[in-house]
């Protein structure tokens, strides 16, 4: 069924690029319907691990993947990667205003109430452009690793569309093979 290959071109997208970025924190990938979501990709991190800023990127890559395949494969993108937008946005306004990724100046501290942050339109204006690079870089990164293994990319299709379910142990073997 189309949807169901939809479903696993997306969830793939997640899987391989997870597993080539952040091979540590996979757990495994399904495409079968949880809640409102039509498949996923589970990860273990423990909240208390400290995080590069190599990981947060990493984690932004991850978090688009699954548009990209859908924009490198299918050649259009479907309604229903909100979260993953979602999840992608705040890893990369985090970064920008909380982590101070690309200096300092953008750090914004976080007020008593939303409605009292005194940042400038200017600085919002400049902070809103560096949200955009880095999620256009985690972008282009998705797309390189899912372009750069066809191969890998395609058995991990395959497989979700036959089993459903892809252990962290099958994902890392698919990687892994030559």
């Known amino acids: 069924e189309e949807s169901v290959y939809k479903t696993a071109v997306h969830e793939a997208g997640h899987a391989l690029v997870a597993i080539t970025l952040f091979p540590d924190n996979i757990y495994g990938a399904s495409i079968i319907p949880q809640g409102e979501s039509s498949g996923h990709v589970a990860f273990v991190r423990s909240e208390k691990e400290v995080r590069t800023l190599k990981d947060m990127k990493n984690e932004i890559a991850v978090a688009l993947a699954g548009r990209v395949a859908e924009r490198e494969v299918l050649k259009d993108m479907f309604l229903g990667s909100r979260s993953d937008l979602r999840k992608a946005m ?89």
């Open 90 to 178: 705040k890893l990369a306004d985090e970064l920008v205003t909380k982590q101070g990724s690309n200096g300092y100046r953008y750090i914004v501290q976080q007020p008593a109430r939303f409605d009292e942050v005194a940042v400038s339109d200017k600085l919002l204006y400049e902070i809103e452009l560096e949200i955009e690079k880095l999620l256009s870089k985690a972008d282009k990164k998705a797309s390189k690793v899912i372009n750069d293994n066809k191969e890998k990319f395609n058995k991990i299709v395959d497989l979700l569309m036959t089993k459903q379910v892809l252990s962290r142990e099958e994902l890392l073997e698919i990687r892994d093979a030559s």
